[in-house]
Antibody, heavy 118, light 110 residues
Framework: EVQLVESGGGMIQPGGSLRLSCAASGFLVGNSYMTWVRQAPGKGLEWVSILYGGGRTSYADSVKGQFTISRDNSKNTLYLQMNNLRPEDTAVYYC????????????WGQGTMVTVSS | QSVLIQPPSASGAPGQRVTISCSGSSSNIGSNTISWYQQVPGTAPKLLIYFNNQRPSGVPDRFSGSKSGTSASLAISGLQSEDEADYYCAAWDDSLNGWVFGGGTKLTVL
């Protein structure tokens, strides 16, 4: 079964760091384009970052220089390292597979909540 | 303020047809394909439409998409109570070099 399972969320103080994980099954992260999308409480979806199959990355301006997307092919897992967290980073973070053949995000994880608060 | 503009809400009675609009610009909808996502509150988004008007397997043909110029629409015919959800449009933006989403439309089945 094709599936994505996120973990690593929680409550963190402003200025802190957190690393989210997204374990994939049923397909290979290393052969796929993988993304992170977040959703602040009561708000819409916001694209955060994408990791292309060749290793190239791209980030939304709102997180550039603050977040880093990466993967471990041996663990078939995607990561999002989040540093210097701010209250406005509070959101549910979803990992999703971007399917180039569809030009769309076709597989989504269940999400992990990150709360930045003192 | 989202780059892609959607009405915040839409509604219809069971069996009726509703449309949800998504307005963008030449750097996103005008030059790239659009996708639509359905999100039942408390759950993850689900791909509904890709390449402007294509449905993944398993999505009922009651859902259809269209695009013209810098705008797109999602139509849902034969409304059912299970269609009550939030709907989002998305497209790549050539100017921002990233993906942009609409603000979402909350669909209520009366």
């Amino acid at each position: 079964e094709v599936q994505l399972v996120e973990s690593g969320g929680g409550m963190i103080q402003p200025g802190g760091s957190l690393r989210l994980s997204c374990a994939a099954s049923g397909f290979l992260v290393g052969n796929s384009y993988m993304t992170w999308v977040r959703q602040a409480p009561g708000k819409g979806l916001e694209w955060v970052s994408i990791l292309y199959g060749g290793g190239r990355t791209s980030y939304a301006d709102s997180v550039k220089g603050q977040f880093t997307i990466s993967r471990d092919n041996s663990k078939n897992t995607l990561y999002l390292q989040m540093n210097n967290l701010r209250p406005e980073d509070t959101a549910v973070y979803y990992c999703a597979r971007f399917q180039g053949g569809l030009n769309a995000f076709d597989i989504w994880g269940q999400g992990t909540m990150v709360t930045v608060s003192s | 303020q989202s780059v892609l503009i959607q009405p915040p809400s839409a509604s219809g009675a069971p069996g009726q047809r509703v449309t949800i609009s998504c307005s963008g610009s030449s750097s996103n909808i005008g030059s790239n394909t659009i996708s639509w996502y359905q999100q039942v509150p408390g759950t993850a988004p689900k791909l509904l439409i890709y390449f402007n008007n294509q449905r993944p397997s398993g999505v009922p043909d009651r859902f259809s998409g269209s695009k013209s110029g810098t705008s797109a629409s999602l139509a849902i015919s034969g409304l059912q109570s299970e269609d009550e959800a939030d709907y989002y449009c998305a497209a790549w933006d050539d100017s921002l070099n990233g993906w942009v989403f609409g603000g979402g439309t909350k669909l209520t089945v009366l």
